[in-house]
């Protein structure tokens, strides 16, 4: 059974880094968009960041632009987030997706989903 299980989610301050990371299992997602997506509390689940199945190629939320990086290593079936000067506005619950094909931004082109882990910035 396909799983994907996020990890490095944290309480840091704003200014501070974190590095998220999804760990595929059960299938092999060399082939897929790998995605990043938040929830806020009170807020709907939104786009963060993408990169194509061959890391070639990412694209960025506005939002996040220029302080976080996704990356991905297809011989460890795994994607991160690198998540730099991080503020108040970015504490969420973030999700790992994953789709077959070419990399989309919208939520309901993604069906594969991780349970999400939490990331608190104070100010």
């Known amino acids: 059974q396909a799983q994907l299980v996020e990890s490095g989610g944290g309480l840091v301050q704003a200014g501070d880094s974190l590095r998220l990371s999804c760990a595929a299992s059960?299938?092999?997602?060399?082939?897929?968009?790998m995605a990043w997506f938040r929830q806020a509390p009170g807020k709907e689940r939104e786009f963060v960041a993408v990169?194509?199945?061959?890391?070639?190629?990412?694209y960025y939320a506005d939002s996040v632009k220029g302080r976080f990086t996704i990356s991905r290593d297809n011989a460890k079936n795994t994607v991160c987030l690198q998540m730099n000067s991080l503020q108040p506005e970015d504490t969420a619950v973030y999700f790992c997706?994953?789709?077959?094909?070419?990399?989309?931004?919208?939520?309901?082109?993604?069906?594969?989903w991780g349970q999400g882990t939490q990331v608190t910035v104070s100010s």
């Open positions: 997706a994953g789709r077959p094909g070419v990399a989309r931004s919208r939520e309901v082109d993604f069906g594969f």
């Open positions: 990169i194509n199945w061959s890391g070639t190629s990412t």
């Open positions: 059960g299938r092999t997602f060399s082939s897929y968009a």
